[in-house]
């Protein structure tokens, strides 16, 4: 079945969302609108993952109800999600009720497989991260993430017996060079899995410490760990395992996370799926950190940046664009304004917008306002059209591989290689000669360069690709448009076609 599935993380609703969740779920988002574009029956899932520590914690500093307080932070993730027109198919939280039926039938399968085992556990359990430190891992005896002393327990604990399944994840992992992409963290795991032996992980927390988690099936005095609930979401957000939408979707599961949960997703979920007899997914994308002033954005800083004032400030497109040109999926990436504006300026308002501004207005002038009809290309057309055709090329393959910025750089090529066009091509003087057929030509292979480039910008940019299609006298139909064809040959848009008057679509800031 030709389909694509995606997921984000989940969000923990202890913090407002930022632009870090606004990046992931807008990659997810451009992502699947390009699977679509390529024909694929296309979607992604996210959500709110809200038990734990951590969570209760938050409610508590907010002088909450915890129940409550999930609530209305997982309503502001949903709720930003069409505001960044991103469109999940999906949004799952992990107190929904068929999540926790999921959860516990999961636990149940794996402790009756016999992978889950009842013992003593003492360590310095740090509260932010969730997790014990061993002795060796601590930093001056504080936690190496928050920098501060974990408290030291000492209790009954179930277990998973993740251990057992350290030789063949290796072997997998080495096998199958696109479980993990980049490169850089598909070595990462390889060598954290090489440099001892995989512990195995606790898996509950007794009640009379937490008891804002899933109960477990075989145990009530305990809930579930927070990361053996959440993973699963993946699974009950499309329906859960021997659904429809389980059959449909999960052969073709791929995740997209930031580098911070890396090790979740590389190591505790295929080997929890292993145990629990679920197919492993296909593929983990892992993504660098948006920084700010070159440290990781966080409340405690104060360098967080909100996704929605940037959108109302510089236009949604405008941002969704900057954040995928300039993040070189896979390594980290500063955010700043004016690094914003200098792109806005420089590849939107003179590269893009000044070609459609300028072609726009001649074919109103000298075409009467509809698309000409071509007449017979010269070696310039030639040159042209074989670029065109090389760069969308790229584009499509950059972009399938997650290099967004790679094939955005691409498409730019060709974007400037029209500018230039335009200038050699001078089609004022043509119309000064009068020479219709030659400036027919001109003219339509520029307008049609045009279209193919807002077809690829649509993933990125949804609502000015629409606008430039619509400035080229078409509607955008997305479930009737695939790119592949789009590389191999020209001419599908219709000479004679009207066109509106044209509008200025990217105005420069300043
Ligand atoms: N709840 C877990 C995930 C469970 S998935 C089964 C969690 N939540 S989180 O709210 O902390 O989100 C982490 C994710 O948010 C990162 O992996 C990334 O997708 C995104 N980002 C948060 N801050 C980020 C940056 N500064 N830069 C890039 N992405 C960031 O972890």
Request: aromatic share 12%.
């Amino acid at each position: 079945m030709n389909t694509f599935f995606l997921t984000t993380p989940i969000y923990y609703v202890n913090s407002h969302p930022h632009l870090g969740h606004a990046y992931t779920t807008i990659v997810a988002d451009a992502m699947t609108r390009f699977q679509r574009l390529m024909g694929r029956d296309a979607i992604f899932i996210t959500g709110t993952d809200e038990h734990g520590d951590k969570i209760v914690q938050a409610a508590e500093k907010a002088g909450q109800e915890v129940g409550a307080f999930s609530t209305v932070i997982s309503a502001e993730f949903r709720a930003l999600w069409p505001q960044l027109n991103t469109r999940p198919a999906a949004f799952i939280r992990t107190t929904d009720p068929e999540h926790k039926r999921l959860v516990q039938e999961f636990l149940h399968r794996v402790h009756a497989a016999g992978d889950i085992y009842f013992g003593e556990y003492s360590g310095h359990y740090c509260y932010g991260c969730e997790r014990f430190y061993t002795d060796k891992e601590l930093e001056g005896g504080l936690c190496p993430q928050h920098q501060v002393k974990p408290d030291f327990i000492s209790e009954k604990n179930y277990f998973f017996r993740m251990s057992r399944h350290q030789e063949w994840l290796t072997r997998h992992i080495r096998d199958n060079p696109d479980f993990i992409q980049p490169e850089r963290y598909r070595t990462e795991v390889l060598t954290l899995l090489d440099s001892g032996i995989l512990d195995d992980l606790c898996i509950s927390r007794p009640k009379t410490r937490l008891t804002w988690g899933i109960e477990l099936p075989f145990d009530s005095r305990y809930v579930c760990y927070v990361w053996f609930d959440a993973l699963l979401s993946y699974i009950s957000a499309i329906g859960g395992v021997g659904s429809a939408g389980y059959e449909r979707y999960w052969p073709q599961a791929q995740h997209l996370v930031a580098k911070d949960i890396l090790k979740p997703h590389a190591i505790f979920w295929p080997t929890m799926l292993r145990a629990g007899g679920v197919p492993l997914y296909r593929r983990l994308n892992v993504h660098g950190y948006w920084l700010t002033r070159e440290t990781k954005m966080s409340k405690s800083l104060g360098n967080i940046v909100t996704p929605l004032d940037m959108a109302a400030r510089y236009g949604l497109d405008a941002f969704r664009y900057f954040l995928l040109r300039e993040m070189h999926f896979g390594s980290d990436a500063n955010f700043s304004e004016e690094g914003l504006v200098a792109r806005l300026n420089a590849d939107l308002a003179n590269d893009l917008g000044n070609l459609f501004s300028r072609v726009l207005s001649m074919v109103s002038r000298y075409c009467a306002g509809a698309v000409p009809a071509p007449a017979g290309d010269t070696d310039l057309e030639s040159a042209l059209k074989d670029l065109a055709l090389e760069c969308l090329a790229n584009f499509q393959a950059l972009f399938d591989a997650y290099r967004f910025s790679q094939a955005l750089e691409s498409l730019w090529e060709l974007v400037r290689a029209l500018n230039k066009y335009v200038d050699s091509a001078a089609p004022w003087t043509l119309a000064k000669k009068g020479d219709a057929k030659r400036l027919g030509t001109v003219l339509y292979t520029l307008l049609e360069c045009m279209r193919k480039t807002a077809l690829h910008l649509w993933p990125v940019m949804p609502e000015k690709a629409e606008d430039m299609y619509r400035q080229l006298g078409l509607v955008f139909q997305a479930d009737t448009v695939l790119l592949p064809r789009e590389k191999e040959s020209f001419g599908l848009l219709n000479a004679g076609l009207p066109l509106p008057a044209p509008v200025s679509l990217f105005p420069r800031v300043d």
